[in-house]
């Protein structure tokens, strides 16, 4: 399966008479052997032939472009988990709250929950081993409840009103990684999908959730890519057929090597009718870019927020003799119109490239629309003759400038000392089944709960409790905005990842103007909404 990189992915290049393919084994540069055989015969001390090895492969493909990475074996499992879609373990959403490992939420299906295991159970022990006040770290809690399906690990659980631990055996499984975080209704007829990365289940799960959408009458949608990183070319062709009706190009790939392929769209899709909007920014990349930029160049919807971060390098997965992987850059992909929009960088020097968002900001592009400047000056042309750029991202059709009127130290403070996990995890631990009694889901909560007053002023002695130095100005800059990702904080605990955006997109800007593009003029004036 090809994979475009995403913003955290971390993709791989070369083989050192390794390869399969006879025609690069007989390239493979044999220096680099026998460099390591002196090494391993002459030096003082005894060395570490694997290490060298990996270090070797590393620094060559670090010569290469910002991309193409060599993953160590140790590292394989931990980088696929998100995008194959899955994990095998015991199924449960914790958080470390006051040193000890809090339930946030059994996985619907998975093990955990189907033993009974509850939000708020705190695990005390694993196989016996006490796991509480020992300063236990989110990585050591993986590798004692992560393992092999089938295989067994016990639980020890402190329930409030149960006096005794309550003792679970649970049978590991495979347990799902889901990249749709929200599908639900912001407005009559309107439907609203959050996706986070394009992984192998990436497809099914907008089905369903726009299958949803459809029977609570949604007659419009908007699908928000916004730090989206990206994942599996296939999966966001398989998205992006969703919108499109058949024979439609919606990406092609080009390499020096490779096989020239094109992608087109067929004739199944389940939203080709209906106002589209897909909101993108700075932060999404990759698969989000061949979304949009094939929405785009076919007029079938609309695109709001800001440029894009510009990755359109396509990386094919080497597997070597000891079970790492290089993921090398084969091919450059293009949307319809002919755009490639990866921005420039320079070969071995990813540090500026890594910058770019940085540099943005400096240079007031994340702020005026009229600061980008793009590398590519080829006019490419939509299918209504829409003039639009590559080399550099997708330039949406609606600029919404990043808003940081709300933003403080005070509030990064906040943030960096984990005063709103912790607040809101122990009120929701401490009002849980009267929250719940009173508000049946997130909508009414959503709709009926306010921060009070009273329940602030406890959030902030918490605050300055935890170290966060009083700050009026600051209070009064951010506190809008502290009090609604509260809200949303103790939404999540309540019950999942889509109740907390139902509150924090009130602050979403470039969902609101989506919102109001689907109501106005603004697909009429820019003559879109239809893929000819």
């Given at each position: ?199 192998d289940s990436t497809p099914e799960e907008f ?33 992006a057929d969703e919108f499109l009706t058949d ?286």
């Amino acid at each position: 399966m090809r994979f475009i990189p995403g913003k955290c992915a971390v993709l791989a290049v070369i083989v050192i008479g390794l390869m399969t393919n006879a025609s690069l084994a007989q390239q493979a540069p044999g220096k680099l052997d026998y460099a390591l055989q002196i090494l391993k015969l002459t030096y003082v001390d005894t060395v570490n032939e694997k290490q060298l090895t990996d270090e070797a492969i590393r620094a060559m493909v670090k010569q290469l472009d910002p991309h193409s990475v060599y993953i160590p074996v140790e590292e394989m499992r931990e980088m696929n988990e998100p995008l194959v879609g899955k994990f095998e373990g015991v199924g449960v959403q914790f958080n470390i709250h006051n040193d000890t490992i809090m339930v946030t939420q059994p996985i619907p299906g998975g093990p955990s929950e189907k033993l009974g295991i509850r939000a708020g159970d705190r695990i005390v022990k694993i196989d016996g081993e006490v796991v509480a006040g020992v300063k236990i770290t989110n990585n050591d809690v993986f590798k004692r409840l992560r393992g092999a399906k089938g295989t067994k690990v016990t639980v020890s659980i402190y329930r409030r009103n149960v006096s005794e631990l309550i003792e679970y055996t649970i049978t590991r499984d495979q347990i799902p990684l889901f990249s749709m975080d929200a599908a639900y209704m912001v407005a009559p007829q309107i439907g609203y999908i959050k996706i986070s990365r394009f992984a192998d289940s990436t497809p099914e799960e907008f089905r369903t959730g726009l299958e949803k959408l459809k029977k609570q009458g949604a007659t419009s949608l908007i699908l928000d890519l916004q730090g989206n990183g990206g994942g599996y070319l296939n999966r966001a062709v398989e998205l992006a057929d969703e919108f499109l009706t058949d024979g439609k190009k919606i990406v092609y790939t080009r390499g020096r090597t490779t096989v020239p392929e094109d992608y087109n769209s067929t004739a199944i899709g389940g939203f080709e009718k209906g106002k589209l909007i897909v909101l993108i920014d700075e932060s999404s990349a990759s698969a989000s870019e061949i979304v949009s930029g094939a929405i785009q160049d076919w007029d079938r919807g609309l695109i709001v927020g800001r440029r894009s971060f510009g990755k359109g390098l396509v990386q094919k997965p080497y597997q070597l003799n000891d079970g790492s992987m290089m993921r090398v850059t084969v091919a450059h992909y293009y949307t319809p119109s002919g755009r490639c929009i990866q921005k420039p960088y320079e070969l071995g020097d990813d540090e500026d490239y890594d910058l770019d968002i940085n540099n943005r900001y400096k240079h007031g592009e994340l702020f005026y629309a009229d600061s980008i400047h793009f590398a590519d000056t080829t006019e490419y042309f939509t299918s209504h003759k829409r003039l639009v750029r590559g080399g550099g991202g997708i330039m949406p059709d609606v600029f919404v400038p990043l808003d940081t009127s709300k933003s403080s130290a005070f509030y990064s403070d906040l943030l960096r000392k984990n005063v709103f996990n912790d607040f809101s995890l122990t009120y929701v631990d401490n009002n849980r089944n009267s929250l719940k009694s009173q508000y049946p889901d997130a909508i009414a909560f959503n709709a009926g709960y306010k921060v009070s007053d009273q329940l602030f002023k406890e959030f902030l002695d918490a605050a300055y409790k935890a170290g966060v130095k009083e700050d009026s100005a600051g209070l009064s800059t951010s506190g809008e905005m502290i009090r609604v990702q509260l809200k949303a904080l103790i939404s999540r605990n309540l019950w999942d990842t889509e109740a907390y955006f139902i509150v924090i997109n009130s602050l979403n800007q470039p969902l609101q103007r989506a919102m109001s593009a689907i109501r106005d003029n603004t697909f009429d004036r820019m003559k879109i909404g239809t893929d000819k």
